[in-house]
T-cell receptor, first 111, second 117 residues
Framework: DAGVTQSPTHLIKTRGQQVTLRCSPK?????VSWYQQALGQGPQFIFQYYEEEERQRGNFPDRFSGHQFPNYSSELNVNALLLGDSALYLC??????????FGPGTRLTVT | AQSVTQLGSHVSVSEGALVLLRCNYSSSVPPYLFWYVQYPNQGLQLLLK??????LVKGINGFEAEFKKSETSFHLTKPSAHMSDAAEYFCAVGYQERYSSASKIIFGSGTRLSIRP
């Protein structure tokens, strides 16, 4: 049983560009959350998707947007990249309870 | 509002010694509490969780945590540290919106555990 998978593993972008990160949830999971983890800090909640809708959002600007597909996979889009967007982006999935399973993350570097 | 405070950004213990990582939480509703471990360049792995059942929770790799409501604490312990325990540990509080499926987990800033030979 594959766990949560994320792609790509690493990527480097330039300020002002746009980026799309992808996540496939653990089998049987229907809810996907995205987190940003800056270096040396704990993960910060970006938003959560369920039934293809954004259900809850953290304190992130509108430059951060997402999507969930009918197969429960999800994308995180970030527009107009800033240097401060450099971080590890984690995807997590769950079913009924609050236990979330995390993927390995995508390391985004903005130069 | 929910929040988590981890006391000590870095803890160092000798191999075989007791591990104690401190976590205090704030929650306006009965909390769900978690400890996660993160090894370098990896995602987060759940160590254990408290969901209002037994106050002493046993997790993987010999870790356990005790929920103390009066102290709003959820400290993580392990009787005997092993070199492989060296990692970053995160305490987290979670809650679910009452009338929706929305949920959120709020993480502490983490504690880096080092093990001395």
């Amino acid at each position: 049983d594959a766990g949560v998978t994320q792609s790509p593993t690493h990527l480097i972008k330039t300020r002002g560009q746009q980026v799309t990160l992808r996540c496939s949830p653990k089998s049987g999971h229907d809810t996907v959350s995205w987190y940003q983890q800056a270096l040396g800090q704990g993960p910060q909640f970006i938003f959560q998707y369920y039934e293809e809708e954004e259900r809850q959002r953290g304190n992130f600007p509108d430059r951060f947007s997402g999507h969930q597909f009918p197969n429960y996979s999800s994308e995180l889009n970030v527009n107009a990249l800033l240097l401060g967007d450099s971080a590890l982006y984690l995807c997590a999935s769950r079913r009924q309870d609050l236990e979330q399973y995390f993927g390995p993350g995508t390391r985004l570097t903005v130069t | 509002a929910q929040s988590v405070t981890q006391l000590g950004s870095h803890v160092s213990v000798s191999e075989g010694a007791l591990v104690l990582l401190r976590c205090n939480y704030s929650s306006s509703v009965p909390p769900y509490l978690f400890w996660y471990v993160q090894y370098p360049n990896q995602g987060l792995q759940l160590l254990l969780k408290y969901t209002s059942a037994a106050t002493l929770v046993k997790g993987i790799n010999g870790f356990e945590a005790e929920f103390k409501k009066s102290e709003t604490s959820f400290h993580l312990t392990k009787p005997s540290a092993h070199m492989s325990d060296a990692a970053e540990y995160f305490c987290a509080v979670g809650y679910q919106e009452r009338y929706s499926s929305a949920s959120k987990i709020i993480f502490g800033s983490g504690t880096r555990l080092s093990i001395r030979p």
